[in-house]
């Protein structure tokens, strides 16, 4: 109905995001055909034991950064 960005929110007098938000802790259980009423059910708890949102962002492919050790300057020894 409106192009990415253009939506905007007559209530508030804001534009609305062109991207939606993530939900990590709720899923979409039921929305009305035009929008009107969205209801949502707290998500049941991962298996593994992770939080929602690593369990979000696992399904999503996005993998924790390994954290390298710092080790000290390099140096050349000369013998």
């Given at each position: 109905?409106?192009?990415?960005g253009?939506?905007?929110?007559?209530?508030?007098?804001?534009?609305?995001?062109?991207?939606?938000?993530?939900?990590?802790?709720?899923?979409?259980?039921?929305?009305?055909?035009?929008?009107?009423?969205?209801?949502?059910?707290?998500?049941?708890?991962?298996?593994?034991?992770?939080?929602?949102?690593?369990?979000?962002?696992?399904?999503?492919?996005?993998?924790?950064?390994?954290?390298?050790?710092?080790?000290?300057?390099?140096?050349?020894?000369?013998?």
């Amino acid at each position: 109905m409106f192009p990415p960005g253009q939506a905007m929110d007559r209530v508030r007098g804001t534009r609305a995001p062109s991207e939606s938000p993530s939900l990590n802790i709720l899923e979409e259980a039921f929305t009305s055909e035009n929008w009107i009423i969205r209801l949502y059910k707290v998500k049941d708890l991962d298996n593994l034991g992770r939080d929602h949102a690593s369990a979000v962002a696992f399904d999503k492919g996005n993998k924790k950064k390994k954290v390298s050790k710092r080790r000290g300057a390099r140096v050349l020894r000369v013998e």
